[in-house]
């Protein structure tokens, strides 16, 4: 695994890197074959993103790897949790969660922009997710928009949903709504980057980000987020956060060691 020390200072710095060629090959076709495995029979926490009278389908599922033995075997056997061990600089990694993100071609919808950690019962500094392109991936075909250094600024805002509703539910957070980044934000602190199958992004919980639909007409963008946290995280289950699969079993500010969030990591 070649995670450089440049490649650290990038993501201290940017909030965000791309790494390519820090996964085995053989995890593509392997998790190809999860994701179709997911989309044909999907877990309880399962979400269809699209408007079907507008849109192909942008599916996504979350929480995989607790009933799905090929999403277990990548979370526990990738190369996953020793990159957010180097780039977090951190002693011990546990999973927190996952999440697939399946945009068809044509799929209109955009992921709207957000930060992930508005939405996460955790708390601490040592949170990042691993984005991991089953597809080749460009910001036409849906492509992960971010806001580079975004994760500094100690501001946070409003979660909404992806798919327009229930966003009533973030309300309780008490957080500012996010402006407009297209119009508000310079085109040079927005970065987007190709992927190439087996590829992958990196990025801390904070770091502001987004995604148009996928206007290709033939290319599909299939990708896998993975959520870790290091030995500073702690749990935090405050108002306005989304739901998860169970109740993991943790009072507030204990560490995420449980079953649910086990660690897969040490150093």
Not at 31 to 42: K, L, S
Not at 160 to 167: I, T
Request: hydrophobic share 35%; proline share 6%; aromatic share 12%.
């Amino acid at each position: 695994m070649n995670i450089t020390d440049k490649d650290i200072e990038t993501y201290r710095r940017d909030g965000v890197v791309k790494l390519s060629g820090v996964f085995d090959p053989k995890w593509v076709e392997f998790m190809r074959e999860a994701t179709e495995e997911c989309m044909n029979n999907p877990g309880k926490m399962a979400e269809e993103y699209a408007d079907n009278e507008k849109s192909t389908r942008f599916f996504g599922d979350q929480f995989l790897w607790t009933y799905n033995d090929k999403f277990k075997k990548f979370i526990i056997e990738s190369e996953a949790a020793a990159i957010a061990a180097r780039l977090m600089e951190a002693s011990k990694i546990n999973i927190f969660f996952d999440h697939l993100l399946v945009k068809e071609p044509g799929s209109v919808e955009a992921t709207p922009w957000h930060q992930d950690g508005p939405y996460w019962k955790v708390k601490g500094t040592q949170v990042c997710s691993i984005w991991f392109a089953m597809d080749n991936v460009t910001e036409e075909t849906g492509g992960v928009r971010y806001v580079k250094g975004s994760h500094a600024t100690g501001i946070r805002y409003r979660p909404q949903s992806f798919s327009g509703k229930g966003n009533d539910k973030y309300d309780d957070g008490g957080l500012a709504t996010l402006p407009d980044i297209d119009a508000t934000v310079p085109k040079d602190q927005i970065v987007c980057y190709d992927l190439k199958p087996g590829d992958c992004l990196v990025h801390n919980f904070d770091t502001i980000h987004g995604a148009k639909g996928n206007s290709a007409s033939k290319v599909r963008r299939r990708g896998y987020a993975t959520r870790w946290t290091g030995e500073d995280v702690v749990w935090d289950p405050r108002p306005g956060t989304a739901d998860i699969i169970a109740d993991p079993g943790l009072a507030p500010g204990d560490p995420m060691d449980c079953e649910l969030f086990p660690v897969v990591w040490r150093k």
